[in-house]
């Protein structure tokens, strides 16, 4: 499940904030004016061209799920700290943070438009 929810995320940040490069800041102001960008994006070729690469490996002892948008990247270490009190309650933000929580091992592309997720099964001890 929690594999499940870092994909969701994952794909959702590849979709919003990579192919459409939709600010998250946007969100702070009115979340309909997120929206709306996002769906006027969606319908201009600049953007609506772009496609997200999923692979997935599989092994006895782990997925490994890499998730490539065509956007321009990002930094990683330039995101504000999801647990720092200013932070709290924005309605954005809290994306990547879940990722690496739910995932073993989480990285990025130099470019940073790329994320690799890898979970490792259990085992019983």
């Not at 009115?30 to 690469?53: C, I």
């Not at 933000?93 to 690799?116: A, H, Q, W």
């Amino acid at each position: 499940m929690h594999v499940g929810m870092a994909l969701t995320e994952a794909l959702a940040n590849a979709i919003d904030h990579g192919n459409l490069e939709l600010d998250s800041t946007l969100r702070e102001e009115t979340n309909s004016s997120y929206r709306e960008l996002g769906a006027r994006r969606s319908q201009e070729p600049l953007y609506a061209n772009r496609r997200v690469k999923v692979t997935a490996y599989l092994s006895s002892v782990e997925i490994k799920l890499v998730i490539q948008d065509q956007g321009p990247g990002f930094d990683p270490s330039k995101l504000p700290d999801p647990t720092d009190p200013e932070n709290l309650l924005k309605a954005s933000g809290r994306g990547i943070m879940l990722i690496k929580t739910f995932m073993d091992e989480v990285t990025f592309s130099p470019k940073g438009n790329e994320i690799t997720m890898i979970k490792r099964r259990r085992t019983p001890e």
